[in-house]
Nanobody, 119 residues
Framework: QVQLVESGGGLVQPGGSLRLSCAAS????????MGWYRQAPGKQRELVAV???????NYANFVKGRFTISRDNAKNTVYLQMNILKPEDTAVYYC?????????????WGQGTQVTVST
């Protein structure tokens, strides 16, 4: 079992920045691929960025050059630095931990944190 707790969301003006954090507990953090997803009202949840257990990041095209995902295995925490925020980035952002154990995919989710980009 993995418990994930997100923090760092809030209201920011267009062009501003936020840093989201996701603290994990309950299992071996380093074996999990960690990701950030988001869901805007009326839309499906979508992948924003993921960092592998080995520290390799990948990004959705719509955040490349603006967002940076990173992980600190010593602190069991994954971060999402969001710069040059746009109104269309407004969504609930969810942290995800993913692994494959005994050939079965395992996913854990946080409760989400609201990000609102508006004047």
């Amino acid at each position: 079992q993995v418990q994930l707790v997100e923090s760092g969301g809030g209201l920011v003006q267009p062009g501003g920045s936020l840093r989201l954090s996701c603290a994990a507990s309950g299992s071996i953090f380093s074996i999990y691929n960690m990701g950030w997803y988001r869901q805007a009202p009326g839309k499906q949840r979508e992948l924003v960025a993921v960092v592998s257990s080995g520290g390799i990041p990948n990004y959705a095209n719509f955040v490349k050059g603006r967002f940076t995902i990173s992980r600190d295995n010593a602190k069991n925490t994954v971060y999402l630095q969001m710069n040059i925020l746009k109104p269309e980035d407004t969504a609930v952002y969810y942290c995800n931990a993913h692994s494959t154990i005994a050939n079965k995919p395992i996913d854990y989710w946080g409760q989400g944190t609201q990000v609102t980009v508006s004047t």
